[in-house]
């Protein structure tokens, strides 16, 4: 794990609308921090979310770059409030963003691996915006790959941030929604990056990211999957396991063979994370399909 200050070069060039008609012409990947309506929930809470483009999605973007080549990254914040983006790898305090303002941020050379992105100020935590950064991972082919990104809800607290409030932090955290992908259960299986859908006999990387308050312990029915990278849990790496904990924080990169056809339950170890809101089941649950 990285302990040491990571230095980001920042180079703010103003209002959303004039910053993206600069860099996107270098080829530059951007992302929008955006506020919507996470229609997932009955409550239809609000959050903030990382977007590819201005229009609104309720799942975050994945970043992907290339093993061990430094790179650059737009952020530009649609939102009505300050916001501070960073890579979440060691002790790094961010990049802040205005309402309207767009930074290019550089990201350095890293090892293949999963990486946690997001927002780190209260607000953009509490409300969603975080993701993933992928390096070095396959994208071809030969080799599927798959992401989740996992998280726990507090409702409660996420209506206080949507209110402009915080919420009280000597209240006991109890979640009440776990989500893949930004999915609950059973909409996770119509996700095609959390849906594990293959072939008898192929092998597929699913990169993970812990973005929640708490640990999670993944389990595989049917299949050990071998831990090719961790972050924070570096002695796990060679590990061949059907059950996987994943810390708070953590990013970490498996692999799975299917060597049998069927489908099978993956999901949180947890009771209560495989449940919507006390109603089981849902939550974080998805599947594997292994087809002959």
Not at 106 to 132: F, K, Q, V
Not at 178 to 196: G, H, K, M, R
Request: net charge negative; with cysteine; hydrophobic share 40%.
């Amino acid at each position: 794990m990285m302990t040491k200050r990571l230095p980001q070069l920042i180079k703010t060039i103003g209002t959303a609308g004039f910053a993206l008609a600069s860099v996107l012409a270098f080829g530059q990947d951007s992302l929008f921090i955006a506020r919507g309506i996470w229609e997932q929930l009955p409550e239809a809470t609000e959050v903030l979310r990382l977007n590819t483009t201005s229009n609104w999605s309720g799942q975050n973007a994945v970043v992907e770059r290339d093993e061990g080549v430094a790179s650059s990254i737009v952020i530009v914040n649609t939102d009505s409030t300050n916001h501070q983006w960073s890579l979440l790898i060691g002790a790094n305090e961010g990049v802040t963003l205005g309402p309207g303002e767009t930074a290019v941020v550089e990201l350095p050379a890293l090892s293949m691996g999963t990486y946690r992105i997001g927002l780190i100020d209260g607000e953009g935590d509490g409300l969603g915006a975080h993701s993933m950064l992928q390096v070095g991972l396959p994208s071809d082919a030969d080799l599927a790959l798959f992401h989740w990104n996992l998280c726990d809800w507090e409702t409660d607290q996420m209506a206080a941030w949507s209110n402009g409030t915080e919420p009280d932090a000597n209240a006991p955290y109890v979640p009440n929604y776990f989500s893949i992908n930004e999915q609950t259960y059973p909409a996770t299986l119509e996700d095609p990056n959390a849906l594990v859908d293959v072939a008898l006999g192929d092998t597929c990387w699913v990169a993970v990211a812990n973005h929640g308050k708490m640990d999670h312990v993944l389990h595989f029915h049917g299949f050990h999957v071998e831990v090719l990278t961790s972050n924070l849990q570096p002695s796990r790496i060679g590990w061949s396991k059907d059950t996987v904990p994943v810390k708070k924080g953590e990013g970490m990169t498996l692999q799975l063979v299917a060597n049998q056809v069927g489908t099978y339950p993956v999901h949180d170890h947890n009771l209560i994370a495989v449940t919507n809101a006390g109603f089981y089941p849902g939550g974080m649950l998805t599947q594997i399909i292994v087809n002959p």
